[in-house]
Nanobody, 126 residues
Framework: QVQLEESGGGLVQTGGSLRLSCAASGGSVSSYNMGWFRQAPGKEREFVSA????????FYSDSVKGRFTISRDNAKNTLYLQMNSLKHEDTAVYYC???????????????????WGQGTQVTVSS
């Protein structure tokens, strides 16, 4: 059973950048569909980005497309989310998630992922 631990969150000004990391143990990031989700206070958890196990295709929500980049380093067993041109509305707790058996149509659905990290806070000051 894979365990996930996020890091890299913090406070940044509008227009700044952060890189989130998700270190995996007990399993390899190369063996899972991997995703990033976020949850702002009072809102539901929402999809940010994902990378598929098969083929390595990447997916982004419309709100982050062109600003965020997902990647994984199999040698370090770590998933990353590079976030550029940050906006105040990107403020949220960011979660890493993993699942072996996702189908393409459910890759942006939080309930489809079996494994989650504890989250890391990202705050973008306006």
């Amino acid at each position: 059973q894979v365990q996930l631990e996020e890091s890299g969150g913090g406070l940044v000004q509008t227009g700044g950048s952060l890189r989130l990391s998700c270190a995996a143990s007990g399993g390899s990031v190369s063996s899972y569909n991997m995703g990033w989700f976020r949850q702002a206070p009072g809102k539901e958890r929402e999809f940010v980005s994902a990378v598929r196990l098969r083929g390595g295709g990447t997916f982004y929500s419309d709100s982050v497309k062109g600003r965020f980049t997902i990647s994984r380093d199999n040698a370090k067993n770590t998933l990353y989310l590079q976030m550029n041109s940050l906006k105040h509305e990107d403020t949220a707790v960011y979660y890493c998630a993993a699942d072996r058996h996702l189908i393409l149509s459910s890759i942006a659905t939080a309930q489809s992922y079996d494994y989650w990290g504890q989250g890391t806070q990202v705050t973008v000051s306006s």
